[in-house]
């Protein structure tokens, strides 16, 4: 597993809202990660499956509600989605009255972060394009779905019901 990081960074597409996430020392890490079929997940990523990452609102360094092309969506009657209304990236997620817990759609974190760091001197050209070795990157710990996967009801047999790790759940999480 790789070591907790500080910080990462990532953002919307064009790069007109950017945010910084904080991990200290009582954050959980790995990141509690999770995975969505949900019907409004879908058409609001574009996937079929929306990869995410709950974190305590805190862990936002940024405010990324500041920004002039932040824009925010009632999705239903209890869940708040934001978005970039510059190029449409969909950012986060939280429900109304759960106020430590924000999520973050995995998608719009940064590359290096991710994947790792392109290795210098690797790249190499192939029949399907060009190959490079990267370094480091957070990709298990980012995208393990330790905290399970959302609205199981919908996977789709074949394609997405491949999912393992994590508890299944036919609808959202438990809310106490």
């Known amino acids: 597993m790789a070591s907790r990081p500080e910080s990462i960074t990532g953002g919307c597409l064009c790069g007109s809202i950017r945010y910084k996430i904080v991990f ?104 399907l394009g060009v190959k490079f070795e990267r370094e480091g990157g957070l990709y298990k710990e980012l995208t393990t779905p330790n905290m399970g996967h959302l609205f199981w009801n919908n996977a789709i047999p074949g394609i997405t019901d491949h999912e393992t790790g994590g508890t299944k759940f036919l609808q959202s999480f438990p809310q106490e």
Request: glycine fraction near 8%.
């Open 24 to 127: 200290p020392g009582d954050a959980a890490w790995p990141a509690q990660a999770a995975t969505c079929q949900c019907s409004i997940c879908r058409k609001w990523t574009g996937s079929l499956i929306s990869h995410e990452i709950l974190i305590h609102p805190s862990q936002l360094v940024d405010d990324i509600s500041k920004s002039v092309t932040y824009k925010e969506y009632h999705s239903t009657e209890s869940a708040i989605r934001s978005f970039c209304s510059q190029c449409g990236s969909g950012l986060t997620w939280r429900i109304i009255g759960m106020d430590d817990m924000l999520v973050i759609f995995t998608g719009t974190i940064d590359e290096v972060y991710l994947l790792g760091k392109k290795a210098d001197g690797t790249e190499q050209q192939t029949e």
